[in-house]
């Protein structure tokens, strides 16, 4: 028995540095160094002229530096503001109050509507830690109503928001999230989710929160399953932000998105379809498959390629398998003590037959 035991410990140790090994191999292959914002000049792409069906920007920080916000949202040649003459759908922003979202939605577009400068500035004035915006050029749904983006969900005690910047299948969308959590989920927009009022970046957000339901609300990985799932099946541009409040995620494939991170005072992190200033000093390009996280603590991360998330990965399996080790060594102790009670046991059944035959 205790050679049994010991053998399964020294082989668990093993694995267990093994799969912590392949961790960090991992971490470092799927992770880029985040660039100082003052070093890098990013490819100037004539973006003012693309078709990329909307805009979006997101930013975090401990407390939103109004003045950046205003500049982002207003100011600059390549403000949000002035990207609605392109994306004249609508606007939408968004900022958290605590945890709760605050909603400010246009239908004009966002350069002629005196409504967006008054929503920028109150998003500036907020105090908030997230901050996200939105210009649409509708490419499903309703188009004469206020941006619906950025759409908002209440899941697992929090409210998330989610815009997008391109075009998926809705009928690929249906089929993958199914009847019954369709049913128990309306549409933001529309009667039903047949109604041709629906937008597509309603079902693409219900589909990723409802696989990083699936996944114990490990968004990380729900996010790599809802990209593959829709990847295998559908070629549109797939670009989203996701916050729920504490975090955003950011993801490219198929459109452009640049990401900023500033960390002289205030500190903050930023993304964006197109940078806002005409120069683009300070911005950094992502990539398709690319998924960048940001947080109010730490500079931006970056997961070079979401698809490559496995279906069970080590970060997950190296704690089962150090508990798995702490059972066998638990085991190993319980049978010694078993051993020495037996021991004891057998010495005094000897003495008390010693003693009965003296």
Known sequence: MRALSFVLLASLLLLTLHLYANLTMENEANSTTVRHPHSVMARHLE??????????????????????????L????????????????????????????????????ANVDPNFDL?????????????????????????????PHPFIRYKNGKWWAFGHNGGISGTILRNLIGPEYLAENPPTVGDDWNDPDVVDSDL??????????????????????AVIDISKADYGAMNFFLTDGETMWGFRRGNTLYYCYSETFPRYSVIASQPPSSTQEGWAPLYDYNLII??????????????TIPEFPSFILLPLFMMATL???????????????????RKHLDFTLVTRIN
């Open 119 to 147: 929503a920028a500035q109150e998003l500036a004035e907020s105090g908030a830690g997230i901050g996200v915006g939105h210009v649409r050029a509708a490419t499903s749904g309703a188009s004469d109503i206020p941006n």
């Open 327 to 345: 059972l066998v060594i638990i085991v190993y102790k319980i049978a010694g003590r078993k051993m020495i009670l037996q021991r004891q046991r």
């Open 294 to 307: 940001l947080t109010k603590d730490n500079p931006p991360s970056i997961i070079g390629d979401i698809k």
């Open 74 to 109: 207003i100011n600059l040649p390549y403000s949000l503001k002035n990207l609605g003459a392109f994306n004249n759908d609508g606007w939408g922003l968004a900022y958290f109050n605590d945890t709760e979202a605050v909603v400010l939605r246009g239908e004009p577009p």
């Open 204 to 225: 693409y957000m219900l589909y990723v929160l409802k696989c990083i339901e699936e996944n114990d609300w490990n968004v990380t990985i729900g996010i790599a399953q």
């Open 47 to 72: 973006e003012e002229s693309q078709s990329h069906e909307c805009r979006f920007w997101g930013i975090v920080a401990e407390f939103l530096p109004d003045d950046v916000v205003l500049d982002h």
